[in-house]
């Protein structure tokens, strides 16, 4: 059975950082490429960053220079480190884990609100 828990999200004020972690479980983890997606209320579900196996990441531009994704294969997680938060970054944050172009597993999400 295959797992993904997010962790880290809440409540931030603008400026501010958070950290989120997703855990996985069932899978061989070094083998997948791992993302963190978000939607907000009344959009689509959008990719911000991803990091293969090999440890290349890419980012959405709305987050370059503001958020690290980052990966530790010992701990079977994944992390987002989100620093310099702005009101539109609140979301919910979905980790998820992929082999070649296709994401297979999702975690039940974490949310962010960031609000003075």
């Known amino acids: 059975q295959v797992q993904l828990v997010e962790s880290g999200g809440g409540l931030v004020q603008p400026g501010g950082s958070l950290r989120l972690s997703c855990t996985a479980s069932?899978?061989?983890?070094?083998?997948?490429?791992m993302g963190w997606y978000r939607q907000a209320p009344g959009k689509e579900r959008e990719l911000v960053a991803s990091v293969t196996a090999g440890r290349t990441t890419d980012y959405a531009d709305s987050v370059k220079g503001r958020f690290t994704i980052s990966r530790d294969n010992a701990k079977n997680t994944v992390y987002l480190q989100m620093n310099a938060l702005k009101p539109e970054d609140t979301a919910v944050y979905y980790c998820?884990?992929?082999?070649?172009?296709?994401?297979?597993?999702w975690g039940q999400g974490t949310q962010v609100t960031v609000s003075s």
């Open positions: 998820t884990a992929r082999i070649g172009s296709a994401w297979l597993y």
């Open positions: 069932g899978i061989i983890f070094s083998i997948y490429g």
